[in-house]
């Protein structure tokens, strides 16, 4: 168990200021983890037009759904076509109207019946998973007649509707022929898909950005005075005092700065205010979908999936909102903390898969299409589709899986026998990408991270939290990587010392005082310029294990020894 108590301490002033610098590549791989964090909402952007974008043309009112399909085919066919479209080109944005145009080319080898079609014709279709109930029937018949060529130039359009606004609408048709190599090859036959989303009201889009920007704003405040004040205040105490307060000669100190990102990654409202801001944009969304579809564009494949490395944070507020529900229910033994980077790889990762599987797999392509189809009504699926279910859906499978590896991964481990880990005052002892990043700094000379001390010291606060995981702030999220390390060389400039410091916030002293569970506080000032665990040996009252008393530092400290 962890007590805290934060005093003051009058220690003596060195004659001269002791000498701490900053590791200039931990610096540098802090600011680019700060840089990506605050450009996620304006990463919308790399596929987003920006408000001050030239104005699409808006599309055309029409008094009924059949006039809309008859006015609308006609003209997209007229627009989109072999003569048209860049040869060897599958996908084409017109700017000028705000259409994305697919194509894809269906060589047939024999008639294939009704039953056969989802596997052998529709799958790898561009968006065919938004296909309308007539949109199925024309591929489908087209694909299994004797002669293809009474099909061709029929197809249908269709509205998508979000909770029942419009937003947008698309065309969908067949030609004979092979349009995208522009050859009249036999037996074969190319589907145009036309997407083209409502075009926003210019204040809709300016309001979008102020509110990006406005999370960017509360981004960059949670990391200054949740972290960067921190590191500030603890590069003048060690500058003032040294690190500890019975020091002799002169000393120097190097600070390699810990990533701060996972303090706004577990925050609720920040997590759920850019999922509000994924939502916003479900129209985009879904042109990254259609786009996941274009292997063989490796540019394309880029910014798309950069685009949809932003459904991370729909992961991030489930495990934040999980955070808070587990220590309701006090179940914080029952889940293992995921590592924050891992779950950004894998989300951007398993999103990009699942949206191109959404188009290549014959059953979520069913799925999908059935979900988009359930909330309208049966006079009405021919003419719109409802998004609502089937990008709910989308959210759930996108969120599920780190919630599902942190229950089964502490499954495992308690059924397993314990495997030898790294010490908890090691570097290594961390979150992957860190480690990753400062291996590579290590091995190229640029870092002294690794460097080995006579005397390495810290992490006593993940023991104390691993060994009580009731008193962590988060339990869904490691904060392992929020730890600063302190390189203390002495008069001759030789490595002695390297201490781990964690910041104190990451234990919930708040839960701890409710449950009333606090051993006596200690009024002896730790040794160090920063607050210091010290294990003292059970039994307290009925629990065997050994407990904590926290030594408080020379001034108020944020940081734990």
């Known amino acids: 168990m962890v007590s805290a108590k934060v005093g003051a301490f009058s220690a003596p002033e060195a004659p ?22 605050l450009s996620m909402s304006l990463k919308a952007y790399i596929s987003e ?3 001050w974008s030239p104005p699409s043309s808006p599309a055309a009112v029409f008094a009924n759904y059949s006039d809309f399909n008859t006015s609308t085919l006609t003209e997209s066919q007229s627009r989109y076509n072999r003569r048209t479209l860049p040869a060897h080109n599958t996908y084409t944005f017109d700017v000028t109207q705000n259409s994305h145009v697919f194509r894809h080319v269906i060589s047939r080898t024999r008639l294939v019946p009704e039953p056969d079609c989802m596997g052998e014709v529709m799958t790898g279709i561009p968006g065919v998973m938004f296909f309308s109930p007539p949109v199925r029937s024309i591929v489908c018949n087209c694909a299994a007649s004797t ?7 029929h197809g249908a359009c269709f509205y998508d509707k979000l909770v029942s606004q419009l937003n947008g609408h698309a065309c969908v048709w067949v030609t004979i022929g092979d349009d995208v190599g522009g050859t009249d090859a036999n037996e074969t036959i190319t589907i145009t898909h036309v997407y083209a989303p409502t075009v926003l009201l210019p204040t809709f889009v ?16 949670l990391l200054h005075t949740k972290y960067n004040i921190h590191v500030r205040e603890l590069e003048l105490a060690l500058r003032r005092y040294g690190h ?56 394309l494949m880029f910014q798309t999936t950069l685009y949809l ?17 587990l220590k309701r229910c006090h179940l914080e033994h029952c889940f293992k903390a995921v590592d924050p980077t891992m779950v950004a790889i894998a989300v951007t990762i398993y999103s990009f898969a699942l949206s191109w599987a959404g188009q290549n797999v014959p059953l979520l392509i069913e799925l999908f299409q059935w979900l988009y189809r359930l909330p309208v009504s049966a006079s009405r699926q021919s003419e719109e ?14 969120t599920i899986g780190p919630v599902t590896y942190g229950v089964f991964a502490m499954c495992l481990e308690s059924v397993l026998p314990p495997r030898p880990g790294n010490p908890y005052h090691a570097p290594s002892y961390t979150n992957m990408k860190n480690r990753v990043l400062y291996t590579l700094l290590h091995h190229c000379g640029c870092s002294r991270q690794n460097e080995q001390a006579r005397l390495s010291l810290g992490g006593a606060v993940h023991e104390v939290l691993t060994q009580h995981p009731r008193d962590k702030r988060c339990v869904t999220m490691s904060w392992r990587a929020t730890d600063c390390f302190v390189l203390c060389y002495n008069e001759n400039r030789v490595l002695d010392t390297t201490l781990r410091l964690s910041l104190v916030a990451s234990v919930d002293r708040t839960r701890r005082a409710a449950r009333d569970v606090a051993p006596d506080m200690t009024s002896e000032p730790s040794v160090y310029v920063v607050n210091q665990l010290a294990r003292h040996p059970g039994p307290w009252g009925n629990d065997s294990s050994p407990y904590y008393f926290m030594h408080p530092a020379t001034g108020p400290s944020a940081w734990c020894l």
């Open 385 to 398: 589709l409802e998004l609502i279910l089937g990008c709910s859906v989308f959210t759930l499978m996108v």
């Open 49 to 51: 037009a920006f408000p």
């Open 206 to 221: 300016w309001l979008k950005l102020l509110y990006r920007l406005s999370i960017t704003g509360v981004v960059m405040y």
């Open 147 to 153: 002669n293809m060529t009474p099909w061709h130039l």
């Open 16 to 37: 001269t200021p002791y000498v701490v610098r900053r590791d200039r590549p931990s610096h540098v791989v802090r600011f680019i983890l700060i840089l990506n964090l």
């Open 309 to 325: 490395s932003r459904l991370v944070w729909f992961a991030y507020a489930a495990l934040s909102l999980l955070n808070v529900q």
């Open 244 to 299: 500890r307060r019975d020091l002799t000669g002169r000393w120097s100190y190097t600070i390699v700065i810990g990533d701060p990102t996972v303090l706004v990654l577990a925050h609720p409202l920040v997590t759920l205010g850019f999922v509000l801001d994924v939502w916003l944009s479900t129209d985009n969304v879904g042109i990254a979908t259609l786009r996941a579809s274009q292997l063989n564009d490796p540019l």
